[in-house]
């Protein structure tokens, strides 16, 4: 049986879906593998046994040393939303080691965890988008330049950071300001994004080696004015429709758009593509390459849809680190 380290929690305001996320793993893959979940939140990397008792990861080969014995993993299914699981930092470590994982590589989650830089990388090749603006912490805000490049409504938003952490709509110029030092409360760097009036969706891409699954999409239907953190984790604040009524041609655009997405960026893995449909025609949102699975996320209902297990869809992701 092999042995799977489950890496969970990160340094993001994310900690808690993550942990979500690698508990419903855990319990998907608990029949089929040797399971730990390994906890990483700053310093501490750890895994906690069933008498509450801490056990120390030595960083240094990335091993778990128990009363009994040393603990090395054959693969490491990455279920940390955030820094430092989804922004390639712990890709790279991993590859220093030789250690398989589950999620996209360093140089494609560094890429795709910045919002700016991916729509600049996608727009190259004529992925459709809104247009947007970047500013970084410290830099004059022309407010007045701002309004007339993006319109209102925009929305602010952090560069890099997830679950709608940060994130406002905002509808008059007063309310710019304050929406941008909301952001900079959680990144560095501030993305400014004209409102896409439309329809929120989501696809679901499964990449592993040779082999590509695209998932059925979902809508989106926040009973909020956004798909905020609220909307997205607390039950009954949105509807997510699987599959989504949009009908079976735009159903195929955004399952193509999504999968040629995957392909420019080199996405590998489980990972999760959004976009707003307007008028008809879907406009890139964002990329997910950890997207979340807890029992509110959308990739296990998505996988539902299609009658898939999710116990064979992670299983397939990780036994395909061994082909």
Known sequence: MKTIAIAAGGDSPEYGVSVKSAAEVAAALSGKYE?????????????????????????????????DRKVRFDAVFIAIHGTPGENGLLQGYFDML???????????????FNKQATKLYLKEYGIPMADALLIRKGERTDTEAVIKRTGLPCFVKPNDSGSSFGVSKVKTPDELLPAIEKAFSESSEVLIESFMNGREVACGVVKTGERKLILPVTEIIPKKEFFDYEAKYTPGMSDEVTPANIGEKLTGEVQQLSSSICDILGCRGIVRVDFIIVKDKPLFLEINTVPGMSSESIIPKQAAAAGISVTDLYSSVIESLFT
């Open 35 to 67: 399971i730990f979940i390994i906890v990483i939140r700053g310093d501490a990397w750890y895994w906690e046994d069933d008498r509450g008792r801490r056990h120390s990861v030595d960083r240094n080969d990335f091993t778990l040393k128990l009363d």
């Open 98 to 112: 030789g250690i398989p994982y589950t999620s996209c590589g360093a140089f494609c989650s560094a890429l795709t």
